[in-house]
């Protein structure tokens, strides 16, 4: 446990740091360019995201390679799987270049022509997206938390720095500058993790010219893992961006906003927890050879994972309307409907999360593939159920809940049977006593259009009890030595 908190500490700050430059970077977005704008940037970054698949698709697997992996065997791989990465790319950019207008088509519409050049030019930050996923799970994979960390707040300070001459360029019509942002940004982690890698000899299997690029049996080993990744990431990102253009087609930019919005706030704080947790849960839990210490491991990422996210869940839903005033403007308020139901919906999403990497870690990814593929499909067809028939977002947060719960019950009868977890009353009373908690608080605010201090505080601090009895008493002491820095 005491590791695994070190690590929290040591990559929450950089990941809270990356968050606040990301909001000042989308409130100026918002106040510049209004909800339309925000729904244009939105889904162009998605696509960026969707597009770049071999990166985000083969990360886990470069991670768990490199983590179980040792000398030339380790260089053998990723010296592969650095070749296949490229070779990747390259066909992904000639594909958007050849079906560009397709695809400009099914995002925008009737709009497609005016956008096609974007869409064109999009290849750039995805070749970009690519080089720098490769590097930081590179990082990632010989445990440097630390540096990983300090590199990934120089992306989004960049963009902070050059977003507001972006948006007068895109509001005379300039669409291609969200591009140019999104490529600068990933241009200056590239060269910061580079520049590590490179000092440490990571990069020196790349090019060992006395052996061939692609070896036969670490790229069998790559694909055996990153295929189900890579598929299950498009899906992921497609799903995305697919519900993203239905919401275009139907409803127009406004609405597209406003359910960036909803998906930005309730995903935002939780990107921080997962990313702390994930650079020292994954390549840790990979390592392991005895199935005990697994479980312990497991055992203490629940606990603390469910334990943190309780408060942070909690101080969202109650300050909701502040944060939507504070980093968007007033114009967006209808966005509470959706984001109101997603608060929740994250509860479940976050435990999925950690019981998805033991599947992860133990490559059984036939499991993976099927119940990740069954998330991203139930929620597009549920979404189009939401926007086609019914027109109410709303639908699209309540599929979210609903989906994210049954994956949770998947993933937990999966490491019963694996690992044999048992659902003791260290895990499941801490689950079961949060979850009532953030109901009772988002039922106590659901319709608020403003902040209700005395309701709030009220809120805040019988989460924040609830924790405080729930942390062993071992726990709770390290938690304060580290926290004053003992």
Known sequence: MGKLIGALLKTGSSS????????????????????????????????VFTFAAVGSGGQTALVQGISSRDGVERDTYIRTVFWLFVCGTLITVALIEVFSPLIALVMFGENADQYETVIRWIAL??????????????L??????????????????????????????????????FV??????QSVMIFFAF???????WLAPIFFRESSKID????SAFFRFARTTLVTSLLSMGAILLVRAMIIRHDGLYEAGLFDVAWMLSGAYVMILLSSFGRYYMPTLTGMS??????????????????LMILMIVTVIVLKPLFVNILYTMEFLPSLDMVRWMLIGDFFKITSWVLSIPVLANADMKV???????????????????????????GISIAFIVLYACVVVCYVRYAQRTYGLRLSPDVLLPWAGGLCVVVIASWVTWDDRAVSWETSFALIMASLLFVCVMLKKEERLFIINKLRGA
């Open 140 to 177: 990632n994979g010989f445990r440097a938390v630390g540096r990983i960390a300090i590199i990934e707040i120089t992306g989004p300070f960049i963009t902070l720095l050059i977003v507001y001459p972006v948006c007068i360029w895109v509001g005379e019509g300039y669409a291609l500058s």
């Open 290 to 307: 005895n199935v005990s210490d697994r479980l312990v491991l497991i055992y203490q990422v629940i606990r603390l994972s469910t334990l």
């Open 216 to 219: 036969k049996v670490s790229s």
């Open 195 to 201: 520049n590590v890698a490179k000092k440490n000899g």
């Open 180 to 185: 140019w942002m999104l490529s600068a940004s």
């Open 16 to 47: 809270i740091s990356s968050l606040l430059f990301n909001m000042v970077s989308v409130k100026i977005i918002t106040v510049s360019l209004g909800p339309a704008g925000l729904g244009l940037y939105s889904l162009i970054r998605q696509a």
């Open 368 to 394: 993976y593939f099927w119940i990740e593929t069954f998330w991203n499909i139930g929620f597009v067809l549920l979404s189009a159920l939401a926007i086609f028939v019914f027109g109410q977002l709303q």
């Open 125 to 138: 930050p995805v070749v970009l997206f690519n080089a720098y996923i490769f590097l930081r799970s590179l």
